[in-house]
């Protein structure tokens, strides 16, 4: 099984918005060799997201006890953590994908694969075994 490469990343902006990450590809057995548009790919990778957000949330309810050396490190961030909070977001995965969509469609970020800009949401793309795909958040202009 592959491994897609994801990025995010902000125009103008040096650092990415989010370490880069990766999931496996394709994420079923049952749809190697299967062609792919960019909906369908947007789409599974909101959805793979929305399960990891939710299990984020699970551990973060959690209170841990923290070792000296995580104190440390919180300090040095300027925050010291131990969870133990209830910050349950409820997150609908049909309204997360429609708003990727959509956001696309609106042109608020673009889609680079393998160092081409993807345009058409039902074209058909081909990921390879070593695939990298950014997602760039635009920058809107205010006022003139």
């Known amino acids: ?3 897609l490469t994801i990025s ?6 040096r650092k990415p918005l989010v370490p880069d990450w990766q999931v496996p590809w ?4 049952h749809d190697a060799g299967e062609p792919v548009t960019l909906r369908q790919l947007i789409t599974r990778i909101v959805l793979q997201e929305v399960e990891a ?3 984020r949330q699970d551990r973060g309810q959690v209170v841990r006890i923290l070792t000296e050396r995580q104190i440390e490190e919180g300090l040095a961030k300027g925050r ?8 349950h977001q409820s997150v609908d995965p049909g ?5 990727a969509l959509l956001a696309f469609e609106d042109g608020l970020y673009l889609v680079i694969l393998d160092g081409e800009e993807q345009r058409e949401l039902d074209r058909q793309i081909f990921l390879q075994a070593d695939s990298h795909m950014v997602f760039v958040r635009l920058v809107m202009l205010a006022g003139a």
């Open 1 to 3: 099984m592959s491994l």
């Open 8 to 13: 995010a990343r902000a125009m103008g902006k």
């Open 26 to 29: 394709p994420p079923e057995e």
């Open 53 to 55: 957000f939710k299990e």
């Open 80 to 87: 010291v953590d131990s969870g133990g909070r209830n910050l």
């Open 95 to 99: 309204q997360a994908v429609a708003a």
